[in-house]
DNA sequence: GAGTTCACGATTGTAAACAATTTTTGTCAA
DNA sequence: TTGACAAAAATTGTTTACAATCGTGAACTC
């Protein structure tokens, strides 16, 4: 029963676990169950309501049932994760007025932010930007999705990494993950997430210092996905079978 | 010893939870110590590098251990609270770069904001707005300063709430908050926080429907607040015994 | 056959005991 | 007096056991 929470879909994978952290203090090695479970939400290998036990995340890790615990509270935190009381944890589910609030808060905060990276581009990190969009590209050529819908939002989150700045990269980072679920929640047709120059095209902008031009391509790149959703999908009715196997 | 964790300075004071809250979904009833403590640190009560004991926690809040745990967790996931491992949990002490980088984020997400919020005012909210400048103008007469101080940071907080999303009124709370501990720390003179009418003619420019000018009075005022922080100041020398006397 | 009730198993929440680490205290020597 | 060392106390981290709640399915009634 249940393969994605039994660890096969959340143990493999560990190997792009070089660059995109992006907040999580090194504390302790709770954070490991954290970015795992962040990271199967991200590439929407764990659909929305899928539930987590607390002993299948045991066996899956391999750890106590207090360190779960307390990954799972994090990632409530995080809004990636809902905790019912008495009932478990459980995949977040967006509804409507959620997924447009998510993109609202992108609209207003994600404009400004590549303005000001064309304004005063970061020699160091336009390159990080570079070397993604070439892994973006051989993911597509290879058409490997959950690598693909991975790659597309973390190029919005490396975008806001590259400011250097701590809290603009979190902030975006949580939206980004969120839309990712409301993507897999309300994606209608095939388009996984992002268009596939649009982020060169934007990149491009940046790079060239034309901040009118990045805003422009940025804010119709996010209508696009917006566009792309049919908000009155699956909604309530996906629950937890049709999810799993829907997914493999 | 150390009257201020041990529940003198935490348990008076809740005579304000009526609709300070902004993102905390009910849960459960951690949330209120995480509320308390937020409270605390937002009032400037409790100074940075203060210790939170699990012990001194429990009873002051009379629950248990586990409770405790999580709340700090919480407000450590939140960036209140640094978690040093086997040592405890301490207020957190922001340094000057990030101070800066608090600084650079609020004055990239505040500016449209205010805008947006002046293009299409929401009526209720900005009601909700204008008692709170009477809130304002009340404890400056009666000369409260945690009051003051929470005041201030709160007109921001509820800038953003009168967005309606949620997503963006929890980033600007961050942001408030950790303004709040680095004012408290690198705050010069007697200037608690926010100049007395800019909160009043920043409104006015938003119910008035001037972006413009809206946006411009808020750029300023977040720049009147960041130059006057002195930021070669105390940085690392305080220590829990002489916070504590030093803010009774 | 549909719906309700009850009991059992499974899962989550809580508390207590234990282990490990840090901080303090006290002693001794230079 | 100062410094180093060691033992004791206090604090935090983890495991374990226990209590409470929820979900499921069988038995029963209508």
Chains 1, 2 share one sequence.
Do not use: W
């Not at 935190?77 to 997924?99: F, T, W």
């Amino acid at each position: 029963m249940n393969s994605i929470v039994e660890g096969h879909n959340l143990s493999i994978k560990t190997q792009s676990n070089d660059q995109n952290e992006t907040s999580f203090s090194p504390e302790s090695d709770e954070n490991l169950i954290v970015e795992r479970i962040y990271n199967a939400v991200m590439e929407q290998r764990l659909a929305p309501r899928t539930k987590l036990s607390e002993a299948g995340l045991c066996k899956t890790f391999g750890v106590g049932r207090m360190r779960v615990r307390r990954a799972l509270l994090l990632l409530s935190s995080q809004g990636i994760v809902d905790l019912r009381s008495n009932r478990g944890a459980y995949v977040a589910c967006p509804n409507k007025a959620e997924a447009n609030d998510v993109f609202a808060a992108r609209m207003l905060i994600e404009p400004p932010l590549v303005r000001q990276l064309a304004q005063n581009p970061n020699g160091n990190s336009l390159d990080l930007l570079t070397e993604h969009i070439a892994l973006e590209d051989t993911a597509r050529a290879q058409n490997e999705r959950t690598e693909i819908i991975r790659l597309s939002g973390e190029f919005h989150t490396k975008l806001a990494q590259s400011t250097g700045n701590k809290f603009i990269a979190r902030m975006m980072r949580e939206l980004v993950t969120r839309t990712s679920l409301i993507v897999g929640l309300f994606g209608s047709s095939k388009n996984a997430s992002c268009p596939d120059d649009e982020h060169t095209n934007i990149l491009d902008a940046i790079q060239s210092q034309n901040p009118d031009l990045a805003e422009r391509l940025l804010v119709s790149h996010l209508e696009h996905i917006q566009n792309g959703l049919d908000m009155e999908a699956l909604q309530e009715p996906q629950n937890d079978l049709a999810a799993i196997l829907g997914s493999n």
